[in-house]
């Protein structure tokens, strides 16, 4: 059982945001070093611990997809605020779909014809975003359609992988909006990709997660109020609450689990329940003296497993980074962060348009 450390100031919103985006960047980056591996050739390869900091890499690290699809998540928010703020209605899951067939053309998949040609924007110019970094199918082949995915129409509409969730922090980052509205678009956005209703409902209880850690819930009450209201709505998927409802009850326990244990009771991640399950435990079930030590504790539970590695990682990271702010990221692991001025150039603009 843990008890989170709390800081003797309640983070800024400000803080929340960078937080919460290079939190998720970084538990995505040391995730991603290992997310093909058994949890056997994790210890053969970085001892028994497994795999704890950038240090233990012999090469610069990388985040992922993860990484890629938030901060494009990002930007179809905030194409949608700005043409709010200057008073013009638009569909932000249009700009949503659109910012994420932006993301497909750095992946060089071809898509359909009948999809939009959208308008170029700051982010598509960052070239450390022009990577394949081992991107989900689901999400390839949804975009790829060239159809703009709904509940009412489907695409791919039996996946249930972990697409959704993983890119779905930033829902939760919009300030003075209702319960509702994050529901709607983490839900809605998730169908851009992915049909089935766990993949839809995970990315919104995520989302949910990160709108109460913002308002200055802990992690524990956030996640019981994220998943009371994910149950409340008529569209059900129960294996969503029987994996959150067993990764909270597990966390109350004196002892962490082993990685095998972690996995054979939530799961390795691969479908959307899953990964939020184990990033969720994987905060809950950590403790540190510090909010950076609360971190690094977080993140090694969240990897080390014979799993999804950087999908847990980056669920975790995002939830500490929201709930700390900047304050739990450590230094060290910042310097060896790919292109950290590419996320704070994202986090700047949520705020620009948010804040003022």
Same mark, same amino acid.
């Given at each position: 059982? =843990?008890v989170?450390p709390?800081?003797?100031?309640?983070?800024?919103?400000? =803080?929340?945001?960078h937080g919460?985006?290079?939190?998720?960047?970084?538990?995505?980056?040391l995730?991603y070093?290992?997310?093909f591996?058994s949890?056997?050739? &994790?210890?053969?390869?970085y001892g028994?611990?497994?795999?704890t !900091?950038?240090g233990?890499?012999?090469?610069?690290s990388?985040f992922?997809?993860d990484?890629q699809?938030?901060l494009?998540?990002?930007?179809? *928010?905030?194409? %949608?605020?700005?043409?709010?703020?200057d008073?013009?209605?638009?569909?932000?899951i249009?700009c949503?779909w659109?910012?994420?067939?932006?993301?497909? $053309?750095?992946q060089d998949v071809?898509?359909? !014809? =009948? %999809?939009?040609v959208?308008?170029?924007r700051? @982010?598509?110019?960052?070239d450390?975003?022009? #990577?394949?970094? %081992?991107?989900?199918?689901?999400?390839?082949s949804?975009?790829a359609t060239?159809?703009?995915?709904?509940?009412a129409?489907?695409? $791919?509409p039996?996946s249930?992988?972990c697409?959704t969730?993983?890119?779905s922090?930033?829902?939760? *980052? +919009?300030?003075h +909006? !209702?319960?509702?509205?994050v529901?709607k678009?983490s839900?809605?956005?998730?169908?851009?990709?992915?049909?089935?209703?766990?993949?839809?409902?995970s990315a919104a209880?995520?989302?949910?997660? +990160?709108?109460h850690?913002?308002?200055? #819930?802990?992690?524990?009450?956030?996640?019981?109020?994220?998943? #009371?209201?994910?149950n409340?709505?008529?569209?059900k998927?129960?294996?969503?609450?029987?994996? *959150?409802?067993?990764?909270?009850?597990?966390?109350?326990q004196s002892?962490i689990l082993?990685?095998?244990?972690?996995?054979?009771?939530?799961?390795?991640?691969?479908?959307?329940?899953?990964?939020l399950a184990?990033g969720?435990?994987?905060? *809950?079930?950590?403790s540190?003296?510090?909010? /950076?030590d609360?971190?690094?504790? /977080? @993140?090694?539970?969240? &990897?080390?497993?014979?799993?999804?590695s950087d999908s847990?990682?980056? &669920?975790a990271?995002? +939830?500490l980074?929201?709930?700390y702010g900047?304050?739990?990221?450590?230094?060290?692991?910042?310097?060896?962060l790919? /292109?950290?001025g590419? &996320?704070?150039?994202?986090?700047?603009?949520?705020?620009?348009?948010?804040t003022?």
């Open positions: 059982m =843990s989170e709390s800081s003797p100031v309640a983070p800024s919103f400000e =803080s929340r945001v919460s985006l290079l939190g998720g960047a970084l538990g995505d980056s995730g070093a290992v997310e591996d949890i056997a050739a &994790i210890r053969a390869h028994a611990a497994g795999l !900091s950038f233990q890499l012999k090469d610069a990388h992922s997809d990484t699809m938030t494009y998540t990002v930007d179809g *928010l905030v194409e %949608a605020l700005e043409w709010a703020n008073g013009v209605a638009a569909d932000e249009a949503l659109l910012a994420y067939l932006r993301w497909l $053309n750095t071809a898509v359909a !014809s =009948s %999809a939009p959208p308008q170029p700051w @982010i598509d110019a960052q450390v975003l022009r #990577h394949r970094r %081992a991107p989900g199918n689901a999400c390839l949804g975009l060239g159809q703009m995915g709904t509940v129409r489907p695409v $791919n039996d249930k992988g697409g969730v993983m890119r922090a930033p829902f939760g *980052l +919009i300030p +909006i !209702s319960r509702e509205a529901y678009l839900s809605d956005a998730a169908s851009l990709t992915h049909g089935h209703p766990s993949a839809r409902l209880a995520f989302s949910l997660l +990160i709108h850690l913002v308002a200055g #819930h802990d992690v524990r009450s956030a996640a019981d109020e994220a998943l #009371h209201y994910v409340g709505v008529p569209t998927a129960p294996e969503l609450g029987e994996r *959150l409802a067993a990764a909270l009850q597990l966390s109350l002892t082993n990685p095998e244990d972690l996995t054979a009771a939530l799961g390795e991640g691969w479908i959307a329940e899953e990964a184990v969720l435990y994987s905060v *809950l079930a950590t540190g003296t510090s909010p /950076a609360h971190f690094r504790n /977080a @993140i090694a539970v969240a &990897i080390n497993h014979s799993g999804d847990t990682g980056s &669920i990271g995002n +939830i980074g929201a709930f900047e304050e739990c990221l450590p230094g060290d692991w910042l310097e060896a790919e /292109a950290p590419v &996320i704070r150039g994202m986090a700047g603009r949520l705020l620009a348009v948010t003022g």
